[in-house]
């Protein structure tokens, strides 16, 4: 009798001939990017529009370039699913814990010269984490490879929850504490006229103007960003625990898991571009000679606040914390 023989399993021809199935954040990244050195420019378009010159300058042309991005994996894999599972997970905690909180009316309870604190230092942070956002998502627009592109959307979803929460809480401080704690001109008010805030406020317009994806990478993720979060995360966590403010304290310590996974992703980028093309070093580097002076100037602008606190910080020790993270997240340039 003729045997039937079952047709041999095809791998996945968008993988090359890896003789298995691809897995889940394989299959829902690799190659997506299709636009990325298209011939002769990126979008069914002409060349010389203006959007593909700006993809063919800032993408194609940046000195933050290697032979092949799909290469580089996110160190936790994560697809959009998996995402909001464990995002899930994290608001589901924070949930209850502010659910504790409002039932012990933790918020009334606060010393009013803490609460002063907060309004010159918590309530305008709201304009900062918003450009972080901003940026995560143009690096995310401008990614050549969408295994960076995903990455750079979670982070900047992170962003959103961050500033979520801190709009509630404010709204929480306000009906405890008075109304204008909510008010646009209180947070708006420092952001724009305190000279505490101008050197950030510099900073992050600059960022802003930054077009070229891997400079935009590097000034958000490796100085920046690395900064900002040992501010806000840490020692305004370590803050609010000196002053009575439990519910803020652990609040903020929740963030650090968003930003420890932004250093993960943002280190092994790193390591993957110095080890295919180790003049990428020197690349970095000079963006962060630019950089991080002005991360520097933007936290030692905000550390007094910290100092003026009922039961301070000092300073001094908040701009160490900041220069810190920046430091250890550009080290993974120069291994």
Known sequence: MATTQRPRPKTWSLL??????????????AKFN????????????????????????????????????EGFKDPAKLTYADYVMLQHDRETYVDLLTDHHEAAESVAALDPAWVATLRDLFVPLRFPLHVLQMTGLYVGQMAPTAFIINCANFQAADELRRIQRIAYHTKSLAVGHGDDLAETST?????????????????????????????????LNVAVKPALDAVVDQQLSELASRNGDEYLSLLMAEFQLDAQRSRDWTTALLGYAVEQDPAMADVVAGWLATWQPRAHAAVAGLAPLFGAAPNPLDPALVVAAADDAVLGVAAAATR
């Open 187 to 219: 947070a708006r008010g420092p952001w724009e006229q305190s000279a505490a805030w101008q050197p950030l406020r510099e900073t992050l317009e600059r960022l802003l103007t930054v077009r070229d994806w891997g400079e935009a990478f590097v000034a």
């Open 34 to 69: 299709y636009h990325y050195k298209r011939e002769p420019a990126p979008f069914e378009m002409d060349p010389q529009a203006p959007f593909n010159r700006l993809y063919l300058e800032h993408r194609e042309g940046s000195p933050f370039t290697v032979e092949d991005w």
């Open 16 to 29: 090359g001939d890896v003789k298995r199935r691809p897995s889940s954040y394989e299959a829902t990244a």
